[in-house]
């Protein structure tokens, strides 16, 4: 019954690691979003995809790439993990047109 | 560039009402939303307003001014269940991809 599901929804990692987090939705939506919310809970875009493709990459380092297999999956992979990457990744869908995007549980990334 | 601006807490007493205020500037703007954030939880829509005017929903009500720059959410009756985060968000057109650019949120305390 889930909307817009993550997985997982902690993941606790040593810095350089590399790790991944996936993000499916069943609303039929056509895009996709990234965003990452820090300690001060401020919550800012990193990514978003249109029926499998990038149309926002808000000027994200490198090493975090997004894939999108199918309309219904947006992953986040990062490599090279730091500290400063610590912070809640929340994916999120909406319908082009439509302007309300459905957000995910959020995933709570702790980096040591 | 992009700027939007919210208290950053309020504090008020159960039974009261509340109005959290918004301004922003922003390169384009496709309406303006409030999500509402619950510690440890993903954003919930409230609200969303691209006209200017007031949009009543229950004890929720949003206005906008699109002149000014401004918005307010308007809480009635408060619960001890809307102690939560209020988020002011802006939806860039769907050719800037659609993205929401968010407040840092207002930390809403409602006391007994």
């Known amino acids: 019954d889930t909307a817009v599901s993550q997985t997982p929804k902690y993941l606790v990692t040593q810095m350089g690691n590399d790790k991944s987090i996936k993000c499916e939705q069943n609303?039929?939506?056509?895009?996709m979003y990234w965003y990452k919310q820090d300690s001060k809970k401020f919550l800012k875009i990193m990514f978003s995809?249109?029926?499998?493709?990038?149309?926002i990459n808000e000027t994200v380092p490198n090493r975090f790439s997004p894939k999108s297999p199918d309309k219904a999956h947006l992953n986040l992979h990062i490599n090279s993990l730091e500290l400063g990457d610590s912070a809640v990744y929340f994916c999120?869908?909406?319908?082009?047109?439509?302007?309300?995007?459905?957000f995910g549980p959020g995933t709570r990334l702790t980096v040591l | 560039g992009q700027n939007i601006d919210q208290p950053t807490e309020m504090t008020a007493t159960e039974g009261a009402i509340v109005q959290i205020n918004c301004t922003y500037q922003?390169?384009?703007?496709?309406?303006l939303f409030w999500y509402q954030q619950h510690a440890g939880e993903a954003p919930t829509f409230l609200s969303y307003?691209?006209?200017?005017g007031l949009e009543e929903k229950g004890r929720f009500s949003s206005f906008l001014s699109r002149s000014k720059g401004y918005s307010y959410l308007l809480l009635k009756e408060l619960q001890m269940k809307d102690s939560a985060s209020y988020l002011c968000?802006?939806?860039?057109?769907?050719?800037?991809?659609?993205?929401?650019?968010f407040g840092q949120g207002t930390e809403l305390s409602v006391k007994p």
């Open positions: 922003t390169s384009g703007f496709n309406g």
């Open positions: 995809y249109n029926n499998k493709e990038l149309i």
């Open positions: 609303l039929g939506h056509d895009t």
């Open positions: 968000a802006v939806s860039s057109p769907s050719d800037q991809g659609g993205k929401l650019i």
């Open positions: 999120a869908s909406s319908q082009r047109g439509e302007n309300e995007q459905f």
């Open positions: 307003n691209v006209l200017d």
